[in-house]
């Protein structure tokens, strides 16, 4: 009996260390303004496709266009060879990469801890 109770507890916590966290965007855009960012976890790779750069570009920026006007966004790069923004949803950072070079667009995502 014994066992079972420190195998549920110890699956408990290490199930609650792995949780995500969420927040509202009033907070996230506090915690943007203040420098204050959430932490997050391992960066994971959610979409990677071959996309023309300037079409990807072009979608990247809806993307952060639609996204900043409720989260914090950020375009880090925009050159004419590569473009990254990152945006901070309710429950994850995003980050769009679009590469001239590689003629590609790579989604990643990181939950926040």
């Keep these: 009996m014994n066992r ?7 699956s408990l916590a290490v199930n609650s260390c792995f949780a995500n966290v969420t927040y509202n965007k009033e907070k996230l855009n506090a915690m943007f303004s203040s420098g ?7 960066m994971i790779a959610k ?3 071959v996309m023309n750069f300037d079409d990807c570009r072009s979608n990247a920026i809806g993307m952060y266009t639609s ?10 790069v925009d050159s004419g060879v590569i473009f990254i923004a990152k945006i ?5 950072e995003l980050v ?3 590469s001239r070079s590689d003629g590609k667009r790579t989604i990643t995502q990181a939950l926040y801890q």
């Design 36 to 42: 204050k960012l959430p932490k997050v976890g391992p």
């Design 4 to 10: 079972l109770i420190l195998g549920l507890m110890l």
């Design 96 to 98: 769009i990469t679009c």
């Design 67 to 76: 996204s900043a006007v409720n989260f914090p966004a950020k375009v880090i």
């Design 88 to 92: 901070w949803s309710n429950d994850a």
């Design 47 to 49: 979409d990677e496709s």
